[in-house]
């Protein structure tokens, strides 16, 4: 009997013991709550893209996906929705045309440096470095039309020689390399996932007169760069023809916009909304260098056609794209003009327009 009370009191007076693997349980749960949040976003958002992609409105399905496929780490989301025959076809129904023109240099006179008026009334008054900066807006996008005076300033730099491995420089880096007063970024690059870092160029690079980048029996679409005259020349042609040209300083992107005052033909709605960067040159010579915001709510960014627009407004005879969405940069004495779509800031590039000081 004794034997029992002790047994019965130790049952009594035995705390429970805590439950094992509490805080596994709880881990998991939260694990198993926030993937299932995730995936309720994803699909939310699949959801979303498919309407606009497959819904009935033919111009946002086609702004949609040519603005993906402009950016370097969203190029596969339209795959998700079309085959590569219908991706194909509506690119090619919203495409600047090519018309195969190359620049005429004659079209471009330059003033003589001898008896340049200086009136009251001369567009250069105020600007006693020859630079002015003027802000341009549309429906969709704000932006920067850079205009200055002597093109013999403007050139083309480098981060590096292209043969080291270096990664680019970002763009008030290379400016402090160069002693340069502006600069807006210049040629396109390898960038797999929107990851590129720079090290080269994408088609022929000349600067200063040295062909860095590129081979001299291989053709370039979209040739964008200034011969020794000091005239833009735009087009498509080969190293070697551009060495007998006299370029002196050029880049490869495009499309081109102006060519000897023609607007480039545009089909449909000209595509994607983007930050975008391009170069031109009025009759006079000066060089007009523009940067469009883009990516955000303030300004969504701006289409071939709107470039072309503004280019041909401010009177350039010739105009070429540049490449543009985190690489568009325009940088004046050592501060940012534009705001950049870049979360992280300006990127490694290898090619750059610059002003001289």
């Not at 040295?210 to 011969?227: A, D, K, P, Q």
Request: net charge neutral; proline share 5%.
């Amino acid at each position: 009997m004794k034997g029992l009370i002790e047994t019965e009191t130790k049952l009594k007076i035995r705390r429970p013991k805590k439950p094992k693997g509490l805080l596994g349980r709880i881990i998991r749960r939260f694990l198993l709550c926030f993937f299932t949040l995730i995936i309720l976003i994803a699909a939310t958002l699949y959801g979303v893209c498919a309407i606009v992609f497959k819904g009935p409105s033919p111009d946002a399905r086609d702004k949609l996906v040519t603005s993906t496929l402009e950016m370097s780490a969203a190029k596969w989301v339209p795959k998700l929705f079309f085959e590569q025959e219908e991706i194909d076809a509506i690119v090619q129904a919203n495409s600047v045309v090519d018309s195969n023109e190359i620049t005429n240099p004659e079209l471009v006179v330059l003033p003589s440096t001898d008896n340049e008026s200086q009136t009251e009334n001369d567009e250069w008054a105020n600007y006693p470095d020859g630079i002015k900066i003027i802000n341009v807006r549309g429906d969709t996008y704000r932006g920067y039309l850079m205009i200055v005076r002597d093109p013999s300033k403007v050139y083309v730099a480098t981060s590096s020689n292209f043969k080291n491995g270096q990664p680019g420089l970002k763009i008030f880096d290379a400016m402090k390399k160069e002693g340069a007063i502006a600069a807006i970024n210049g040629g396109g690059f390898p960038d797999a996932g929107g990851s590129g870092t720079g090290e080269v160029p994408i088609g022929l690079t000349i600067s200063k007169g040295e062909l860095l980048w590129g081979e001299r029996y291989t053709f370039y679409s979209g040739v964008i760069g200034f011969n020794k005259d000091n005239i833009l020349i735009v087009g498509n042609m080969t190293g070697q023809q551009a060495v007998d040209a006299g370029i002196r300083d050029c880049v490869c992107f495009g499309p081109i916009l102006v060519v000897n005052g023609e607007p480039a033909q545009i089909n449909g709605a000209s595509g994607s909304l983007n930050p975008r960067t391009a170069i031109g040159q009025r009759a006079d010579g000066a060089v007009l260098l523009l940067c469009i915001d883009g990516r955000m709510p303030s300004s969504l960014g701006a289409s071939y056609a709107d470039l072309r627009d503004i280019m041909v407004e401010y009177g350039a005879v010739n105009a070429a794209n540049l490449d543009g969405g985190s690489s568009t940069h325009m940088y004046y004495k050592g501060e940012a003009v534009n705001v950049s779509s870049s979360l992280y800031g300006p990127r490694k590039m290898p090619t750059f327009f610059m002003v001289k000081e």
